[in-house]
């Protein structure tokens, strides 16, 4: 009989063979695919700092703008520009302006969670047992697809920015007007040329319902000065092109938005009749102490109200009545900003510690949580533009609580805004982006399937609607009709 090894040898060498050649062959498509080595993700990421802030997500600018000329107290910034141009000419191109709620949270969650073009995520192959690896992706419902866009932390003491004394942060909204004006100003310094002809709007959202047309208004009556023929021209002096304001799911006019709560939630069918009553008393006691000009009660009454509200109805957040557990992108956005090889692309100072939301801050203005700022859009209005946008499912500043104060506005034409037709909104095809109302200067949105935070829950949309309303295109143009 003859012997199978010299056949079974021939065989283990064919196939070792043909194996090592097909290894050889996949080497190539594996470097092309970036195929990870056998070793965590988490490891990946951090052991290449470049992966997790790559080039081509770093800001145009970055930095400080100083606001106290005998201190270091300074305003952060980032600053992203137009990714493409609607306009020849760059130094014509629109510049939002962005600042964040709180008070005190750090416009920075704008950024990487909401209109920024670069969001914070995790790493795909995460998984609970690997340290937290981050990735910055594209974001397509980006504000700077047409326009400049800057996010400021403001005040002085919120994020990366710099309180050189907690005595220094603002105490009332002119104190915070001031800073914001001298930041504007220096930024526009850095390159007059490109930025100091640009029209210029100013947005954000929550608590920025008041910071928004606090600049607003200082921005006109600095330019009235300005403009004033007896007024000493001093070179360094600048004309700020005020273009409009859009506030998201804004407090503006605390006395009457706080007396939106009970109804709000009893008709979305989150309370019961016995509820609404309790939570209609509690909601009197802070206007009534508002009224009475007692500050401090007043807000203390105001978050009694809200905590109530969380209480009665057990939701996860009040932020977005539809959702099954808060915001989860802040915290990523918070442990993304306290690495160190992103705060040296973003120019941060090393001593710089990122604070999301500054308790500091939140006490220095505690007093002027319940004071209004109606009067300044009512200015707004008459000499610019004004945008109110809510998402449908906010339960904390929402679209009936917008709805409430804007019916007190001072303005002549608010008449025929109330009466204008509030038109079905589509940005794609046939499904229901929103409504949109509009008289002349004034629009309001509605945003589908949206909550306190617009652009994270709706970022094409958002940006749609934001595009749309700056140039004045759709439902945005200046015909005016009373119907659709």
Same mark, same amino acid.
């Given at each position: 009989m003859e012997s199978t090894t010299p056949k079974l040898l021939l065989k283990l &060498?064919?196939?070792? !063979?043909?194996s090592g050649f097909l290894l050889f062959q996949l080497l190539p498509l594996a470097f092309l695919l970036h195929i990870p080595p056998l070793s965590s993700p988490a490891s990946i990421i951090n052991s290449n700092p470049s992966s997790l802030f790559p080039?081509?997500?770093? %800001?145009?600018? !970055?930095?400080?703008l100083p606001v106290n000329s005998t201190t270091a107290s300074s305003i952060f910034y980032t600053f992203y520009e137009a990714q493409s141009l609607l306009l020849p000419d760059l130094s014509q191109t629109p510049l939002i302006i962005w600042l964040q709620g709180g008070p005190g949270c750090s416009s920075l969650f704008g950024n990487f969670?909401?209109?920024?073009?670069?969001?914070?995520?995790?790493?795909?192959?995460? $998984?609970?047992?690997?340290?937290?690896?981050?990735?910055?992706?594209?974001?397509?419902?980006?504000?700077?697809?047409?326009?400049?866009?800057?996010?400021?932390?403001? %005040? &002085?003491?919120?994020?990366?920015? &710099?309180?050189?004394?907690?005595?220094?942060i603002p105490r009332d909204q002119l104190a915070i007007a001031k800073h914001l004006y001298i930041a504007i100003t220096k930024f526009i310094e850095l390159d007059p040329i490109l930025f100091k002809s640009r029209p210029v709007y100013i947005a954000g959202e929550s608590y920025a319902g008041k910071f928004v047309p606090a600049i607003g208004y200082y921005i006109l009556k600095k330019n009235d000065e300005l403009m004033m023929p007896d007024h000493d021209h001093d070179q360094s002096q600048i004309l700020i092109h005020l273009g409009g304001v859009a506030i998201g799911n804004g407090l503006i006019d605390p006395v009457t938005q706080v007396a939106t709560h009970a109804d709000n939630a009893y008709f979305s069918g989150l309370i019961n009749e016995r509820q609404r009553i309790e939570l209609e008393w509690h909601?009197?006691?802070?206007?009534?102490?508002?009224?009475?000009?007692?500050?401090?009660?007043?807000?203390?009454?105001?978050?009694q109200?809200?905590?109530?509200l969380r209480y009665m109805t057990g939701l996860p957040t009040l932020y977005d009545y539809s959702k099954k557990a808060p915001y989860h992108k802040t915290q990523w956005v918070t442990d993304f900003l306290h690495n160190q090889r992103v705060k040296k692309v973003l120019g941060v100072k090393e001593s710089a510690v990122f604070r999301n939301c500054s308790h500091v801050v939140k006490v220095a203005l505690y007093e002027d949580n319940m004071k209004s700022v109606k009067y300044m859009v009512e200015l707004l209005v008459k000499r610019s533009k004004v945008l109110l946008y809510?998402?449908?499912?906010?339960?904390?500043?929402?679209?009936?609580?917008?709805?409430?104060?804007?019916?007190?506005?001072?303005?002549?034409?608010?008449? $025929?805004?109330? *009466?204008?037709?509030r038109k079905v909104w589509?940005? $794609?095809?046939?499904?229901?982006s929103g409504y949109v109302q509009k008289w002349e200067s004034l629009s309001h949105?509605?945003? *589908?399937?949206?909550?306190?935070?617009?652009?994270?829950?709706? %970022?094409? $949309?958002?940006?749609?609607?934001?595009e749309g309303w700056i140039l004045e295109t759709g439902l945005f143009s200046n015909v005016q009709s009373w119907f659709p």
């Amino acid at each position: 009989m003859e012997s199978t090894t010299p056949k079974l040898l021939l065989k283990l &060498i064919l196939l070792l !063979s043909v194996s090592g050649f097909l290894l050889f062959q996949l080497l190539p498509l594996a470097f092309l695919l970036h195929i990870p080595p056998l070793s965590s993700p988490a490891s990946i990421i951090n052991s290449n700092p470049s992966s997790l802030f790559p080039k081509e997500a770093y %800001p145009t600018k !970055s930095g400080y703008l100083p606001v106290n000329s005998t201190t270091a107290s300074s305003i952060f910034y980032t600053f992203y520009e137009a990714q493409s141009l609607l306009l020849p000419d760059l130094s014509q191109t629109p510049l939002i302006i962005w600042l964040q709620g709180g008070p005190g949270c750090s416009s920075l969650f704008g950024n990487f969670m909401e209109m920024g073009p670069w969001h914070v995520n995790l790493h795909n192959h995460h $998984n609970h047992r690997q340290l937290p690896s981050f990735v910055l992706e594209p974001n397509p419902g980006a504000w700077n697809r047409v326009f400049g866009l800057l996010f400021l932390d403001n %005040p &002085i003491g919120s994020g990366f920015s &710099i309180a050189s004394e907690a005595e220094e942060i603002p105490r009332d909204q002119l104190a915070i007007a001031k800073h914001l004006y001298i930041a504007i100003t220096k930024f526009i310094e850095l390159d007059p040329i490109l930025f100091k002809s640009r029209p210029v709007y100013i947005a954000g959202e929550s608590y920025a319902g008041k910071f928004v047309p606090a600049i607003g208004y200082y921005i006109l009556k600095k330019n009235d000065e300005l403009m004033m023929p007896d007024h000493d021209h001093d070179q360094s002096q600048i004309l700020i092109h005020l273009g409009g304001v859009a506030i998201g799911n804004g407090l503006i006019d605390p006395v009457t938005q706080v007396a939106t709560h009970a109804d709000n939630a009893y008709f979305s069918g989150l309370i019961n009749e016995r509820q609404r009553i309790e939570l209609e008393w509690h909601q009197q006691e802070a206007i009534r102490l508002a009224k009475m000009r007692h500050w401090r009660q007043a807000t203390t009454a105001r978050h009694q109200v809200v905590d109530m509200l969380r209480y009665m109805t057990g939701l996860p957040t009040l932020y977005d009545y539809s959702k099954k557990a808060p915001y989860h992108k802040t915290q990523w956005v918070t442990d993304f900003l306290h690495n160190q090889r992103v705060k040296k692309v973003l120019g941060v100072k090393e001593s710089a510690v990122f604070r999301n939301c500054s308790h500091v801050v939140k006490v220095a203005l505690y007093e002027d949580n319940m004071k209004s700022v109606k009067y300044m859009v009512e200015l707004l209005v008459k000499r610019s533009k004004v945008l109110l946008y809510q998402g449908q499912f906010d339960l904390w500043d929402g679209v009936y609580s917008t709805e409430a104060w804007v019916k007190t506005l001072q303005w002549e034409e608010i008449g $025929n805004f109330l *009466s204008a037709d509030r038109k079905v909104w589509k940005v $794609n095809g046939d499904e229901l982006s929103g409504y949109v109302q509009k008289w002349e200067s004034l629009s309001h949105v509605v945003i *589908s399937r949206a909550g306190h935070l617009v652009p994270a829950d709706q %970022p094409l $949309n958002s940006q749609a609607m934001i595009e749309g309303w700056i140039l004045e295109t759709g439902l945005f143009s200046n015909v005016q009709s009373w119907f659709p």
